[in-house]
């Protein structure tokens, strides 16, 4: 069993930044890869980013393409989100997921095994 628990979510000026921390414990996570999904106000949750165990990144392009950067501390257990360039589309409830170890595709939702609670991050204009 792993648990995560989300911190770093606020609220800040269009233009500014923040960072996402995804804290596990239960078991180590540095043998699986990671994600951040984003459920926005009316809309269903989207992929946001996703973090092999070597590594490797990949991005909604469309959403967050050059502004956000995820990134893992496997001394550390941790996830993490840096989001620059924040836009008021940007507002959402933001979670961090483990990867199953089976399914390629790193946008489905399907594919993650373990979620945390969420922490909101609201963009004013």
């Known amino acids: 069993q792993v648990q995560l628990v989300e911190s770093g979510g606020g609220l800040v000026q269009a233009g500014g930044s923040l960072r996402l921390s995804c804290a596990a414990s239960?078991?180590?996570?540095?043998?699986?890869?990671m994600g951040w999904f984003r459920r926005a106000p009316g809309k269903e949750r989207e992929f946001v980013a996703g973090i092999s165990t070597n590594g490797g990144v990949t991005y909604n392009q469309d959403s967050v393409k050059g502004r956000f950067a995820i990134s893992r501390d496997n001394a550390k257990n941790t996830l993490y989100l840096q989001m620059n360039s924040l836009k008021p589309e940007d507002t959402a409830v933001y979670y961090c997921?483990?990867?199953?170890?089976?399914?390629?595709?790193?946008?489905?939702?399907?594919?993650?095994?373990?979620w945390g609670q969420g922490t909101q991050v609201t963009v004013s204009s």
């Open positions: 997921a483990t990867k199953g170890r089976y399914g390629t595709n790193w946008s489905a939702e399907r594919n993650y095994d373990y």
């Open positions: 239960g078991r180590t996570v540095s043998s699986v890869g």
